[in-house]
């Protein structure tokens, strides 16, 4: 039987994939586009960021809190110009047994 955690790791490896999965179909079929910094990361002190496309056409934001070992997902609302925490995974907790 899986604890919660391995739930939530599973969870969070099965979105990831998912998002590779969409940005990889999105590059093969979307043609010839401006290029935008999707799927690189940044890491900046104790936060490591990283972009994503989400279905529809949503940009997703992940920040990985180093030194509080969490992961927030943020999604970005262009016709309010607002940015909105989805989830929040305390990977501390997500990668113990």
């Known amino acids: 039987m899986r604890t919660n955690a391995q739930n939530t790791t599973i969870v969070v490896l099965l979105v990831t994939a998912a998002l590779l ?51 927030n997902v943020y999604f970005t609302e262009d016709t309010k110009n607002t940015v909105n925490l989805i989830q929040t995974v305390n990977l501390q907790q997500a990668f113990s047994e």
């Open 21 to 71: 999965t969409g940005m990889l179909l999105t590059s093969l079929i979307g043609g010839q586009e401006e290029a935008y910094a999707r799927g690189t990361a940044v890491k900046d002190g104790n936060y490591i960021l990283g972009g994503g496309l989400w279905s529809g056409g949503t940009e997703l934001l992940y920040i990985v809190d180093i030194e509080n070992q969490k992961l």
